[in-house]
């Protein structure tokens, strides 16, 4: 069983950064996999990035390619998001989750509550 919370999220101007913070419990954060996920009003719940387990693979939405960077440390047991250029379609609420990668596709087995960032323009 793994918990996790997120934090970090706000209200930020088109252009901005934000750094997301997912603190998870339990002793085997390090053997999960971790994603980010975002939902926008009215739109589905769509992937934003995921990391491996040891942090040596990443894997990105288009959208955010270039513009974020997903990062962990396992020491303690928290996986970040640092959002750099950030847009107002970025809008959304901001999931980590914990799970598992194959074939290079994310599935999340744990969720957190989410975290709202709102970019104006």
């Known amino acids: 069983q793994v918990q996790l919370v997120e934090s970090g999220g706000g209200l930020v101007q088109a252009g901005g950064s934000l750094r997301l913070s997912c603190a998870a419990s339990g002793r085997t954060f390090s053997s999960y996999a971790m994603g980010w996920f975002r939902q926008a009003p009215g739109k589905e719940r769509e992937f934003v990035t995921s990391i491996s387990w040891s942090g040596s693979s990443t894997y990105y939405a288009d959208s955010v390619k270039d513009r974020f960077t997903i990062s962990r440390d396992n020491a303690k047991n928290t996986v970040y998001l640092q959002m750099n250029s950030l847009k107002p379609e970025d809008t959304a609420v901001y999931y980590c989750?914990?799970?598992?990668?194959?074939?290079?596709?994310?599935?999340?087995?744990?969720w957190g509550q989410g975290t709202q960032v709102t970019v104006s323009s």
């Open positions: 989750a914990a799970g598992t990668i194959a074939s290079m596709t994310f599935k999340g087995d744990y």
